[in-house]
Every structure is written in C-alpha cells, then in structure tokens.
C-alpha cells in the first residue's frame, strides 16, 4: 500500500517541495507544485493518513486559518526511498 501512493504522480514532488522549504503554507505548495486545489488536497489527505507529512492550523487575525505541512520521518524515509529508486535507474 504505501509504494502504491508513492508511486503516485506528482507525491515525489510534493514530498520533495515539502522538504525544501521545512514547513510550508498550502498556497505555497499550491503554487510550486502547480496543482489544482482537488488533485493537491487529496494527495496531501493521502500523505497525511500515511503520515509521511503532518498538517499544522494556525489562526490568523482574521477569520482565516493558515495550514503548514512538514514532513514527518516517515516523509523523510520515503524520500530515500526515491533516492534509491533513482540510483538503479
């Protein structure tokens, strides 16, 4: 199940955008990655349940609730993962 969803298009570079930045607000993944909004919440709602990243709320002033992702350990192995992956080919 979880070479499945890494195996997925765009989890690498997600995954990897994640890394670059430590913690990174969903706009901004949004935005590098150039995923529409479904297609990239459904992939990080996938990561989050494998719990290769983990997802942080923090209240603004106003209404709004900015949402931060990290990677978890479990994110940082998988990124080996493709390391390897990348090596044998």
Do not use: C, W
Request: cysteine-free; hydrophobic content about 35%.
């Amino acid at each position: 199940m979880i070479l499945k969803i890494l195996s997925k298009k765009h989890v690498k570079e997600i995954l990897k955008t994640i890394e670059s930045h430590k913690s990174i607000y969903y706009g901004q993944l949004k935005k590098e990655t150039g995923l529409n909004s479904g297609n990239l919440s459904k992939l990080l709602n996938e990561l989050l349940d494998f719990g290769f990243i983990k997802k942080e709320e923090v209240p603004t002033d106003t209404k709004i609730i900015n949402v931060y992702y990290d990677l978890t350990e479990k994110g940082k192995e998988a990124l080996k993962v493709y390391e390897i992956i990348d090596r044998l080919s």
